[in-house]
């Protein structure tokens, strides 16, 4: 239970339900700013103040899972209102009080460094990566469903990356039947791959490699699917380019090409976002009372 703790959440999109409901459910005491087109929903939930002393009182901030723009601002998908999270207003909470994201941008840390926060960029932890590799691999095989004609049953798919969504993702088209290679840049992964059954393909010379396949799922945030890769592809193949924006493809030159490619970001948010939501708050409310346990002790 979070009885006695008082934690904002600051914009966001449908994930952010599913945790609001959870922070109720655990007895916290939850502010609300980016939600005015759903407040009738959270009765239970306090309209949160920028200007007032409420700000004294958080133990905790939760940001949306993109964070903050490079100017500090934050979207949602309820609200028409930017809301700007400034050096001032963090300044007054109390020293205790964590910020919560999903992905950090050097603004928001720089933002955090400022004011001695401490910053929890939540998809930096392995747990929580690994449980939204999960919606993750669901949503890209909606994508690939929705735009191929033909089945993963038999296709030759390439994944480029071994980390936490790459090896979810090799697992899965494999155990639908596809042909998988996975792209990698270490000996240990290598051997990993092989361990799993795949083939593995060194990504340190892709050029004296066949990248020819059928569907390739990007999941490394370097461009490393440029032009000597996708013109090995034939014409059908799919390129979906997970990896975070500005995703890992040279999206010119495959439309050059006429190769269907996409930016796929956010899928948990898409296709699973009360399980999204979920795996965010259990996280958060573990993290919260420990952060509380320690500052208790200190
Ligand atoms: P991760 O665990 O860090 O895995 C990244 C992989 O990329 C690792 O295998 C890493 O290799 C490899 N890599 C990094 N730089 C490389 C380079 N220059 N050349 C070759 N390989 C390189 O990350 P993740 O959690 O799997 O997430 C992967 C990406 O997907 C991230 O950008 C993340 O933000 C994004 N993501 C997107 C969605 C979505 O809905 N689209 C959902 C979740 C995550 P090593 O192991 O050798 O370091």
């Not at 009080?97 to 460094?113: F, K, M, P, R, V």
């Not at 980390?163 to 990698?184: C, E, K």
């Not at 004296?208 to 193949?237: E, F, G, R, W, Y």
Request: hydrophobic share 40%.
């Amino acid at each position: 239970m979070l009885t006695g703790h008082h934690v904002a959440v600051i914009g966001g999109d449908a994930r952010q339900i599913e945790l609001i409901r959870k922070l109720n459910e655990w007895d916290a005491t939850v502010y609300l700013a980016g939600f005015d087109q759903l407040n009738e929903s959270f009765r239970e939930a306090i309209d949160l103040d920028l200007e007032s002393s409420q700000v004294e009182k958080l133990d905790a901030i939760i940001l949306p899972v993109p964070g903050t723009d490079g100017d500090g601002k934050i979207e949602g998908i309820f609200s028409n209102q930017l809301i700007h999270l400034s050096e001032e207003w963090l300044k007054q909470t109390p020293e205790h009080c964590q910020i919560y994201t999903g992905i950090a941008n050097d603004h928001l840390i720089n933002l955090a460094a400022k004011v001695n926060r401490k910053l929890i960029p939540l998809m930096d932890r392995d747990d929580v990566a690994i449980y939204n590799s999960i919606p993750t691999v669901e949503g890209t095989l909606m994508l690939v469903i929705q735009h191929t004609d033909f089945t993963i049953h038999g296709s030759k798919v390439i994944v480029l990356g071994l980390g936490r969504v790459g090896m979810s993702l090799a697992r899965t088209f494999d155990h639908l039947g596809a042909q998988v290679s996975v792209g990698v840049r270490s000996t240990s992964s290598a051997a990993r791959v092989y361990e799993m059954g795949l083939t593995p393909i060194d990504m340190k010379n892709l050029e004296n490699t066949s990248m020819a396949c059928d569907i390739l799922l990007n999941t490394v945030p370097h461009q490393v699917v440029d032009a000597s890769v996708i013109k090995q592809l034939p014409s059908h193949a799919l390129i979906l380019d997970l990896a975070s924006k500005p995703g890992g493809t040279d999206f010119k030159y495959a439309d050059k090409r006429g190769i269907k490619a996409l930016l796929a970001p956010g899928l948990p948010g898409i296709v699973a976002p009360k399980t999204a939501g979920r795996i965010i708050a259990d996280v958060v409310s573990r993290l919260i009372k420990e952060g509380s346990r320690k500052e208790n002790k200190s």
